[in-house]
């Protein structure tokens, strides 16, 4: 049994030296209240509070953990990788088989440069599409999350749309102007900017599929348009694939839109995170070699890292690649479907008007009267959802040792561990969840 004293203690410690007793926002709980978990140790779809409380994880280190936490095969390769050696500051060759392997599911990320977070890919890509143009303003959609980059917080989901702020302080006015934020799903706003200023914007970018605004799938032809519309302006489409590359598929959004919807585009730039370092610090920038190779130091695009390719997280990566084969893609879409198709069950029979959004194998559940038919389409749209609902499902589902993610704008994340018993933990504790949602 939690127990919730020695966890509060946990907290009040670390209130008094990191601020909110957190080092990323969304894990403080703000937005559901209570004091948040403080875990001790994790395996396959498990994760364990201090206290000795086992629960069912569905935030899956918010993405990475796709093949379980602690997966015998990747926790080999890290501790063969770290008896070698922390870190070098030069060249090895796993970072090299590790590009090849971003290469090989993602044929356009011809040339890889890897980092260590989705912030830093982000950040990179943005000023590469600037370096390559040579024009300032980039185009991004309202209920994006790009990472914490001063020109991509105007109007962010995740951790942003949390604290209900419109982007940060600490932005410089000069720096937000740069940025033009549009609706998202809205490609006549999209045509009608270019009109306007096209010939300053240097790209845009846009989440694959969006999941820090709870799940709103990109509307079919959505991203064609954005394509047609860059190349028609010489701007590029910068594709932030942190989230959903090769979690949704082998190849991520882009390979799944363009293989089972039958999409036809190619992004110029990619970026990649969580996924692709396995649970350690691992992200990447991906694109043509003409574009990638202005980078420094073959290029004007200056960009560095002292623990880039770190030898450590690169055999994370890799070892997490190499066993994500068919059977775990197979296993994580299963799995979801139960638990959408669970969660709305259980809430239709408390009479909860809900929608579970959707976009391949994530989900997240959004609360109130939307638009059935075609689902929520906009930032705008969510933030009028019942958001109030989420707090008591929430903690009725922790209490009855699910953990969910602390926020109604994440998407829920499951692995490919998540076998019979965890996902029939989950089953047992929908119903006394979906009650306490309508009782809200
Ligand atoms: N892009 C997307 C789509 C993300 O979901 C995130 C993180 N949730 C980031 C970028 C930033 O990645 P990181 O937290 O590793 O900096």
Redesign the pocket.
Known sequence: MHDDAANHLAFERARLVLPGGVN?PVRAYGSVGGDPRFVSSASGPYIRDVTGTEYVDLVCS??PALLGHAHPAVVEAVQEAAARGLSFGAPTLGEVELAEEIRRRVPAAEHVRLV???????MTAVRLARGATGRPLIVKFAG?????VDSLLAEAG?GVANQALPGSAGVTEATASETLVLPYNDLEAVEQVFAERGSEIAAVIT??A???MGIVPPLPGFNEGLRRITTAHGALLIF?????GFRVSASGWWGYETSTLGASYTPDIF?F??VVGGGM?V?AIGGPSVLMDLLAPLGPVYQAGTLSGNPVAVAAGRATLAAADASVYARVDEVSTTIADATSAALSAEGVAHRVQRSGNLFSVMFGDLAQEVGTRTYAQVQASDTFRYPAFFHAMLDAGVNLPPSVYEAWFVSAAHDDTAVGRILDALPGAAKAAAAA
């Open positions: 990323s918010w993405g260590s977070t989705g912030t830093e890919a982000t994006c999350y790009h990472g914490h995740s989440e694959a969006p999941a820090n932030d694939e942190v989230l959903t970026t995170g969580k610090p992200a």
